[in-house]
């Protein structure tokens, strides 16, 4: 093995030497053997790693250029020597995606490093324990690599370390308390491993430390007195580990600390009773431990502070003493604890504060209108506690505000009509409090408003009409649990992204606006416990839901279980002048009908005289058009290798028919669509579909072999792909495995390519209109092809393509829902949604309405729960295949990057499939971020 990683080089000494000079190198003998031997150990590590990244260091050869002058690796890419250029003293190669091992990095052959920096690289294997070699190293990053297996004892004796880290790489085992003897370090990171056992009390030795990182690893036992001696500590990060036990009085000795993490252990105990006594803490961080008795008296005057968790823990104490005015602060949290008192109006002074949250304590009193006067505000819970008094008309002033919690209390009087300025809020929970009043219709000017909550208070009198301009409203209206009068306004049946509907247990009368039948997002819907009469909206929500969604009203009725079915509606005869009108419209509607039906009687006779001379249950063979073969034999033959259609041979079933796997008797295997029954939809989607398909000729688009358009068989035969629908795939684990980043990224490119082609190569052009994972079909090598063109429309230039709604909710571009105008941006909108599903691996609903919905970044909040734009693109991506390899990650962050600008509300900010398949196909330079830092903020600041 280490005979065969040295012959590369031996070959390429052999050939590049009689190039420059017969004889050795000019250079003092010694230094010659010394750098030969570093060059040596260099090149042969090169040729250890995969030939694709070798690349990244192709200065790292002895060229003629090279040897000219002196036969040096001082100046290949990453390497440092010193003054005189005798020997190497550093190697830097971060973030330039090498892949491979340190197993043939010989260590004995590099003594003079100081620097060996590896980070953010995609290598794998074991760290050798020779790298205990490299006596005079300082600088050891191997961060942000694959490394396994433990952490050699042997790193013990590199006791000239300053920095060191191993962070985020796969390391496991427990930590060698030899690291302890490194008490030059500084800087100790490794964080983000697998790490077990308990943290070294020889930890207590590194004097000179100023940060300590040992997050996310699987620590255990208690955290050691000995810490408590390391006092110039600036960063100690615990968090995510398994902790426990109370904190060691000692750690009070650490004075300089302005970064502290414990949360996410099971420490119990008193917090640290000398907190901020240095006063430079800035980040302090205790959230969901076991924390008990009260805050210390250090915080109350702690103006440094940033962001402050105490959330989840058994802390108590009078809130409203133990805390101050933190001028700096943006972030507290001191949710589910046993605080009581009142809400101190400090807080308002806190002018930076984005996030003020509360919840789940014994908090009393009123909330003070002080509050109104902390600007930024973005989100502000106080739920679960027992405020009383009115919401205060000043939080009008909170123009930041995102989320606006404030359930479960003993709050009362009305909301304010200064709601109507938060032109931010998205999350309005009032839940469970005693107000009353009206529902001011101001809050219709909330627009950008995704959950409301007005349940379980008393509010009164009608539903305000406004309530139906919440068109983004998309995750809950609850309105239930008041005394609502008055008749459900049919303005709500425009929230048709709102996927749950509650207004059950109100005084709600008339009928179920017929609009309803709009509202396609519909998940749930609970109407019970009203006076409500008339039928149920034909919408598949109301006829699916369960009986308890309209039990206890007056009068429903309609096609459900539960209920009757309508008689003809009952004539209120109170409006005569409706009477008149309805006769107006009627009767020449009527006499058309009439007319139509005549014509068709006539057609339909004909039709039946014409059928009566041809076997019921057959395909014309001139009605199997583009059929290579006999089109009635295949029809026989498709008949026979299914059993006449039996449900076996289904492999799929879709709104209008079912689709079946038959192999014809010459071998092939054919996809078979089939009609259940020839509505008259039914057909012109069939129709639809032959039309397209019979046009077009694309790789990436489903063949059509024929199809039989018969009064009564509706057949399409299409090509069989073997490995059925991208949804069914990524639904599967061990599929979804199987589609590593390179499937995925052709996969994409695949149906940019048909779109592209559809869109801006056939005349005329053609919108699919129902892109899903459900209508991707992958065959054998993961090609994809588009399929399901029953909805697809051919764009006339004459007609103005305005259509009833067509596709598959979350896909739907968002503009559909209000204009119904088609146009191929919405299909590059369901382009956008599904790319992003491909990455993310499943469908990515919440990030969409998240990044598409907010068109001004600059006022989100890092902290929202449904805010994505501070989150890494890596942290997005689908967790069941390995991460991109290095030389691909332009390509995902480029993906990415097109996939939000496609999904952008406004469809003039979309680009055309056009620009996106050239994007894809055109290899962008670098993305000047390493990948592991890319945000989805940086993804959607670039233009296309
Ligand atoms: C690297 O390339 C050489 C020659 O091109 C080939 O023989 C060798 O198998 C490749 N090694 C790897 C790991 O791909
Ligand atoms: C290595 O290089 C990167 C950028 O090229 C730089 O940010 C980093 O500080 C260097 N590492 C050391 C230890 O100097
Ligand atoms: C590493 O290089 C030295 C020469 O500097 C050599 O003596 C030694 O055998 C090499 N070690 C290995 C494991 O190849
Ligand atoms: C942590 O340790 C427990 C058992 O001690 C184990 O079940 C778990 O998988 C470990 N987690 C990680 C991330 O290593
Ligand atoms: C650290 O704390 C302990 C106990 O709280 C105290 O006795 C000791 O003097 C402190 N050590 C230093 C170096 O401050």
Partial sequence: MLLKAFLPLSLMIFF????????????????????????????????????????????????????????????????????????VTSINLTSIGLIGTLDYFNFTSLPNLFILDLQRNSLFGKIPPCISNLSHLTYLNLGFNQFTGHIPQEVGKLTNLNVFSFARNLLQGTIPSSIGHLTNLSFL????????????????????LSELRLNLNNLTGSIPASLGGLTGLKVLSLYGNQLSGPLPREINNLTNLTLFFLSNNSISGFLPENLCHGGILEDFCASNNRFTGSVPKGLKNCTSLTRLRLDRNHLIGNISEDFGIYPKLDYIDLSYNNFHGEISPSWGKCQLLTSLKISDNQISGDIPPELGESALLHVFDLSSNHLVGRIPYELGKLKSLFNLTLSNNNLSGTIPSEIRTLADLAYLDLAANNLSGPIPNQLGDCSKMLYLNLSHNKFGEGIPIEIGKLLSLQVLLDLSWNSLTGEIPWQLGNLVMLEILDLSHNELNGSIPSSFTEMQSLMRVDLSYNYLTGPLPNNKVFQEAPNEAFSNNRGLCGNHTGLMSCHPPAKDGKDTDGVALLIIILVPVAVFIWTIIAAMLYILKKERKR??????????????????????????????????????????????????????????????????????????????????????????????????????????????????????????????????????????????????YMHHDCKPPIIHRDISSNNILLDASYEAHVSDFGTARLVKLDSSNWTGLAGTYGYIAPELAYTMKVTEKCDVYSFGVLTLEIIVGHHPGELICSLSTSSSLSSSSSFSPVNFHGMLLQDMLDKRIASPDPDMTDEVVTIARLAFSCINANPEFRPTMQQVSQELSTRRQSFSESFDNVTLRQLLNLEV
């Fill in 16 to 87: 590049s030497y009689p190039h420059v000079a017969p004889a050795p190198a000019p250079v003092p003998p010694s230094l010659s053997a010394e750098r030969n031997a570093e060059m040596e150990a260099l090149l042969n590590w090169k040729a250890t790693l995969q030939n694709q990244t070798q690349s990244q260091l192709s200065s790292w050869t002895l060229s003629p250029s090279n040897t000219r002058s002196s036969l040096s690796p001082c100046s290949w890419i990453g390497i440092s020597c010193n003054e005189e250029g005798s020997t």
């Fill in 189 to 208: 990171h490794l964080g983000n491993n697998h790490l077990s056992g308990s943290i070294p009390p020889e930890f207590g030795e590194l004097k000179s």
């Fill in 611 to 756: 059928e009566r001379n041809e076997p019921r249950d057959s395909c014309h063979e001139n009605l199997f058009t583009i059929w290579s073969y006999d089109g009635k034999f295949v029809y026989k033959d498709i008949k026979e290798v299914t059993k006449g259609f039996d449900a076996k041979y289904c492999i799929g079933v879709g709104a209008s028919g079912s689709v079946y796997k038959a192999e014809l008797s010459s071998g092939q295997v054919v996809a078979v669509k089939k009609l259940h029954n020839a509505k008259v939809e039914d057909r012109k989607a069939f129709e639809s579909e032959i039309q397209v398909l019979t046009n077009v000729r694309h790789r990436n688009i489903v063949k059509l072999h024929g199809f039989c358009s018969h009064a009564e068989q509706l057949l399409l035969v299409c090509e069989y792909l073997e490995r059925g629908s991208m949804a069914k795939i990524l639904s599967k684990v061990e599929q979804a495995k199987e589609l590593d980043w390179i499937k995925r990224i052709g996969i994409i490119k695949g149906v940019a390519n048909a779109l592209c």
